[in-house]
């Protein structure tokens, strides 16, 4: 059966406790594994340890996909760092929240999304691959600030990650920054799953669906091999990353 295992890990880059919450699949004990990479871990498995009460149901969807296609993962949540979260998953500091998320009365986030991918590049991976049966192969994925901070870390670290899944992105944050980043890249051989619903913003031109579109093209320039989802009425929370994971996990692994 599979499981999962609770582990308390350092950040020795930014000097915080984090815990790892690490989805081990059936065929674990026997089979060499990929890993996928997750951030906001809390919110994956348990809809008590969820911040807004539902999970993404990731081991449900886990099990379904080996049952089905005899194919398992290992799935590492990294849990996030609450009040650093907006730091932690951007390299650049921002001054948007204000206009997109006033009633977090913050001025200014971002800027140590470089130390946080240090650590989870340098030390946690090989950490991973020395306790658990993995076959090197890295995927990375997250929702919203999550998922802005799994595309840098793929241009950042290219061949780190076989595939990107960056689900309801929060390209708003820094949205310059990525277009000069990905035009300035070379991005052939990265893969990436993009998402977006379209009711995600509480602005009426909803913005956030525009901006994803616009990075989409951008990859696509870049000869990256880059997947666009838009669902229709979807919002921006965790009961629609619960209804599209299955179908990233069908992406990423489907080969």
């Not at 932690?88 to 921002?94: C, G, R």
């Not at 971002?110 to 090197?136: A, C, F, S």
């Amino acid at each position: 059966m599979s499981r999962i295992e609770i582990v308390d890990a350092f950040i020795t880059t930014l000097n915080r406790e984090r815990k790892l919450r690490i989805y081990l699949p059936e065929n674990h004990d026997s089979v060499r594994c990929p890993v996928l990479y997750m951030h906001d871990g809390q919110n994956l498995f348990s809809d008590e340890d969820a911040a807004y009460g539902e999970s993404w149901g990731v081991k449900a969807a886990a099990d379904a996909y080996y049952r089905q296609h005899g194919k398992g993962l290992i799935i590492v949540g990294i849990d996030n760092g609450e009040i650093y979260r907006f730091d932690e998953y951007s390299p650049w500091i921002s001054n948007k929240l204000k206009k997109y998320i006033p009633e977090l009365g913050m001025d200014f986030a971002g800027g140590e999304g470089d130390k946080y991918l240090d650590w989870l590049v340098r030390e946690l991976i090989p950490m991973i691959n020395q306790k658990y049966r993995t076959n090197h192969t890295n995927y990375l994925a997250g929702s919203s600030m999550g998922a802005n901070i799994t595309l840098y870390a793929g241009i950042k670290y290219p061949g780190v990650f076989r595939k990107l899944g960056c689900l309801s992105p929060a390209f708003w944050f820094s949205l310059q920054e990525f277009a000069r980043l990905i035009k300035a890249s070379a991005l052939k051989d990265l893969e990436v799953y993009l998402d977006i619903g379209t009711k995600e913003s509480r602005m009426i031109t909803n913005p956030e669906l525009r901006h994803a579109k616009r990075i989409y093209r951008l990859l696509k320039k870049k000869d990256c091999k880059a997947e666009l989802l838009i669902e229709k009425g979807a919002l921006h929370r965790e009961s629609a990353w619960k209804r599209r994971f299955p179908g990233f996990l069908s992406w990423l692994l489907d080969e």
